[in-house]
């Protein structure tokens, strides 16, 4: 479990960029999430949204830039996904986020297994707090889906909620969904919704990836425009209507 | 029908249940068609002789295509290996010093591997192979391409710990196999790493992220399976008390039909330790099976490939056997409705 902090800022990144070889992803990219805060990031495909989230969660280091999480810098050279679970940032992949031929149980504790001193997994405790995780934390119940089952036999809806399940269960201060409504049904993604707001009133922090504004739009206290690795607007919600926010995107993929 | 559907499902269930099956109607066979050589307990002792070294070395190469990748270096490791331990035990006399030098040697070349694999990026199939190359020619240059006689290793205890025979019939590398089998199935089913393993050869993308160190597995993959295969090329050298240049040659591709045999899938993110097993001991004793059946040694490779094929498909039909199954259950689940209470 990550340790309890007080902080105004979950993650403040400062002029981060990135390059894969000579593409830049990200050009000098600034932003913060607030404690409770739920940001939007939203953008068009390869704006840089996805390589902005990996380099917060510890995938992957940035070419330049600075990262601080709950208001303390952090150092890249040693900063990875474990490092990441230990300042209290989940993540939720639209499609990365479960082994589709491994069990269940085995999916909730991917990464940080329980284990003993040489490195053996305890695999009942880790099936108790999985079957827990569902019941309790998702609601899965009398479904035929047990902590045994392959991740593969589940629907996409599913499959999010077993991820949030996992950030739920771990604790996080700042969630980050990336495009999690993606190639959901309307149904699945009114749920996702429901439970981003249900960790904003929990205290948690969240960033929202997408390129849908209608998504994210009931449940983000501001927004952040990313186009071609770079930040071009950040706008609070109180400030704009669905509708102009609309128009404002749309302005941007016609330049393009 | 619906009565079988839930005892396949419930076969399917047991790890490697299919491939004994298999195994023992085979033996049936045998028994049958060739009865003086297969109630006699003289052809299970030589299988438990000749099997070992292929099983191992299919144990090893399950947890590496488990993973996704695969190795053909470890003929080659047999070799080099057989003849670090030949020469260190030829120059100095020391067996166990050869054994550690040996199984370091195999460890190298299998962090070499692992390195060219994880870190520079070559695909497994192509490093392994020009390894497999590189080590076998390495190993003829520096023997000179002569083969060594090592008996004086019999008067050694390394000699009876590991091919020693126990009561004075059972192969003490039966024993060693069965023991490397059961330390792998829990490596794989209950270790960290294994998990690791799985999780790779399901999907690296999803490993990454969720925080498994790829590159630092894979390279310690690699680095094991050379260990292992330098440990088989040992028991091989002591049973043989010989090294000769090919020796391993020829478990390149038994070792890996004894995998698939198995139900080891090529395309990553599981592994049967057990199938792997049994699968070995089916491709290891076809040969001497065919032959004593009476219908001649010509038709041992044919029947090898007519088993393989056949246990694939077993493995295939009884997996979608098993998805049937639970896909009944999938349409009674109403869980859906439960998802994400609470306020919508």
């Known amino acids: ?26 050009k000098g990219v600034s932003f913060e999430v607030g404690a409770k805060e739920v940001v939007g990031l939203v953008g068009d495909n390869g704006a840089g949204k996805s390589t902005l989230i990996k380099i917060i969660t510890g995938v992957f280091p940035p070419t330049k830039g600075e990262l601080y999480i709950r208001d303390k810098k952090v150092s890249l050279k040693d900063y990875n996904v474990r490092q990441a679970y230990k300042f209290g940032i989940e993540t939720v992949y639209q499609d990365k986020s479960l082994g589709e031929k491994q069990a269940l149980w085995r999916n909730f504790f991917i990464g940080r297994q329980i284990t003993n001193r040489l490195g053996f997994i305890k695999v009942r405790k880790e099936k108790e707090i999985a079957q827990k995780i569902m019941l309790d934390m998702i609601g899965f119940r009398g479904a035929g889906i047990t902590v045994e089952s392959k ?19 771990f604790d996080a201060d700042l969630i980050v969904l990336d495009e999690p409504t993606v190639a959901l049904s309307l149904k699945e993604v009114q749920k996702v919704l429901s439970f981003v707001k249900r960790a904003k009133e929990q205290g948690k922090s969240c960033i929202f990836i997408t390129h849908n504004i209608y998504h994210v739009y009931p449940v983000a206290d501001r927004f952040v425009i990313l186009d071609r690795g770079e930040v071009v607007a950040t706008i609070k919600k109180g400030e704009v209507t669905l509708k102009e926010l609309n128009e404002f995107l749309l302005k941007y993929a016609q330049e393009k | 029908m619906k009565r079988i559907k839930p005892i396949i499902t419930g076969v399917a269930e047991i790890e490697g249940l299919p491939i004994i099956v298999v195994y023992l109607v085979l033996m049936g066979i045998f028994l049958l068609t060739a009865p003086r050589v297969f109630t006699g307990y003289r052809i299970y002792m030589s299988f438990l002789q000749t099997v070992p070294p292929p099983l191992i070395l299919a144990l090893g190469l399950t947890l590496v295509i488990a993973a996704g990748e695969i190795d053909l270096s470890f003929s080659a490791i047999i070799a080099f290996s057989g003849f670090v331990f030949s020469f260190i035990f030829r120059t100095l006399g020391t067996p166990w010093l050869a054994l550690i030098l040996a199984l370091g040697a195999g460890a190298l070349v299998g962090f070499i591997n692992g390195l060219l694999v ?11 192979l020009a390894a497999q190359f590189f080590w076998n020619g390495l190993t003829i240059l520096l023997c000179g391409g002569l083969s060594w006689n090592i008996k004086e290793i019999k008067s050694h205890f390394i000699h009876t710990l590991f091919v020693g025979r126990i009561g004075g019939i059972v192969p003490a590398q039966s024993l060693w196999a069965v023991a490397v089998a059961v ?34 597995t894979k390279i310690k993959l690699f680095t094991f399976m050379g260990l292992i295969s330098a440990f088989a090329g040992v028991l091989l050298t002591l049973e043989m008390i010989n090294f000769w240049t090919t020796q391993g040659a020829g478990f390149l591709l038994p070792s890996l039909a004894s995998v698939f045999i198995g139900g080891t899938s090529i395309a990553g993110g599981s592994g049967s330790i057990v199938g792997s097993f049994f ?11 065919v032959v004593a059946t009476g219908i001649g040694g010509y038709w041992t490779r044919l029947t090898t490939g007519f088993v393989m094929a056949a246990s694939v498909v077993l493995n295939i039909i009884l997996g979608e056997a098993k998805e049937k199954g639970l896909g009944e259950k999938l349409k009674k689940s109403v ?6 209470e609470g306020k919508p």
């Open chain 1, 151 to 169: 991740a593969n036999k589940l629907s996409g809806g599913e499959r999010q909620g077993i991820a949030i399940g996992r950030a739920m269960y």
């Open chain 1, 1 to 26: 479990m990550p340790e309890k902090r007080q902080f105004e800022n979950a993650v403040r990144v400062e002029d981060i960029e990135k390059y894969f070889g000579h593409v830049a992803a990200l």
């Open chain 2, 335 to 340: 869980f859906l409705k439960g998802v994400f």
């Open chain 2, 183 to 216: 330390f792998l199935w829990f490596i794989l089913n209950r270790h960290k790493f294994g998990e690791h393993i799985l999780f790779i050869g399901d999907n690296v993308d999803v490993a990454r992220v969720m925080g498994v160190n790829v590159t630092a």
């Open chain 2, 118 to 128: 994880a870190k520079v990026g070559v695909p497994s199939i192509m490093a392994t």
């Open chain 2, 279 to 289: 699968g070995a001991y089916i491709v290891g004793s076809l040969e001497a099976g």
